[in-house]
């Protein structure tokens, strides 16, 4: 099977700097590094008593890798609002946490240098575990303030709606 079966004459894999994520329905805007999406499923060694000196493996838990986002700082509150929602100060005992919507699932696509969707994948009740509101500073460094989420959830998978596009030629 052809690497990519609508554009044959394609022969470079996909390039990481073109993505952009999605919530409530919305781009977010400004995102500028997300870590990658992965997985891991524990290992369980057994064996019978009969069995010789060895042990059989079988699948376990499997555990979702939190995700990063990071942005430059700006004056769009998005992050902030929603690791607010996790635990926000003053609000009173018992209410620190939103329950009803600290929760939200996202969309994280990938596009090729066209700037066409090529691949997408659903994360799945996502919530922010640690926020960086403001970097460490540095008057002798010229960099860009960023601010940062991490995402916990409770997995992801392919949208399998989102299919290779036919790629524009100039």
Same mark, same amino acid.
């Given at each position: 099977m052809a690497e990519f079966p609508v554009n044959t004459h394609r022969f470079d894999p996909y390039k990481n700097f073109k993505f952009r994520l999605k919530w409530d329905g919305r781009y977010v805007a400004g995102i500028s590094k997300a870590t990658g999406l992965s997985r891991h499923t524990q290992v369980i060694e057994w064996r019978q008593g009969g069995d010789p000196g060895m042990t059989r493996q079988m699948p376990g838990f499997t555990r979702f890798d939190p995700i990063t986002l990071e942005r430059g700082i700006t004056? /769009?509150?998005?992050?902030?609002? +929603?690791?607010?929602?996790? +635990?926000? @100060?003053?609000?009173?005992?018992?209410?620190?946490?939103?329950?009803?919507?600290?929760?939200? /699932?996202?969309?994280? $696509?990938?596009?090729?240098?066209?700037? &066409?969707? #090529?691949?997408?994948?659903? @994360?799945?009740?996502? +919530?922010?575990? /640690?926020?960086?509101? #403001?970097?460490?500073? /540095?008057?002798?460094?010229?960099? #860009?303030?960023? &601010?940062?989420?991490?995402?916990?959830?409770?997995? +992801? $998978?392919?949208d399998e709606a989102v299919t290779e596009p036919t790629e524009p030629s100039i």
């Open positions: 004056h /769009d509150p998005e992050f902030e609002e +929603w690791a607010n929602k996790v +635990w926000g @100060l003053g609000r009173g005992l018992g209410s620190e946490v939103s329950l009803k919507d600290f929760r939200k /699932d996202i969309i994280l $696509e990938l596009m090729n240098e066209a700037g &066409q969707v #090529v691949i997408s994948y659903k @994360l799945y009740r996502c +919530w922010v575990s /640690d926020y960086t509101a #403001v970097p460490e500073l /540095d008057a002798n460094a010229p960099a #860009v303030a960023i &601010q940062s989420i991490t995402l916990v959830h409770e997995g +992801w $998978e392919r």
